[in-house]
């Protein structure tokens, strides 16, 4: 082989194994399943006790995500799929702060788009789908 062709195949070489090693790094980033969990929170009071109950709800082990809306008073949370966490929980953790849950659902998360649940439509007892 000539120097140029070896510098060629070389090159040719590292670049195979390069992308390689990258498409592998991309499916290793691939998160782990997750689940959505939706609720509404009637009594919440102001957009200040929502940031804290989404402190609050962040502590909880396996929560990847957590918003808390004062104006549509929804909780919208992004958990893993094999995790443990219950409207039980959820309510427990409320309770501190004289809330409650309703219209509360946890279903596997299949996109990133979601449509906020209308407070006025749910009822009085907690309703789990």
């Given amino acids: 082989m000539t120097g140029k062709l070896r510098h060629k ?5 590292s670049s195979a194994v390069l992308s390689m090693w990258a498409l592998g790094g991309l499916q290793a980033q691939t998160p782990p399943a ?3 969990i939706q609720a509404v929170i009637p009594e919440l009071r102001s957009a200040r006790q929502a940031h804290e109950v989404d402190l609050a709800l962040r502590d909880l082990a396996g929560v990847r995500m957590s918003r808390t809306d004062y104006n549509t008073r929804n909780l919208l949370m992004e958990v893993a799929a094999n995790g443990t966490i219950t409207r039980e929980q959820v309510q427990a ?4 702060f004289e809330l409650t849950l309703s219209c509360y659902t946890r279903e596997a998360l299949t996109s ?3 449509a906020p649940l209308d407070p006025r439509s749910c009822e009085q007892t907690p309703l789990v789908r």
Avoid: G, I, Q, S
């Fill in 9 to 13: 195949v070389a090159a040719y070489m």
């Fill in 93 to 96: 953790l409320l309770l501190p």
């Fill in 112 to 114: 990133h788009t979601y």
């Fill in 34 to 36: 997750a689940d959505r």
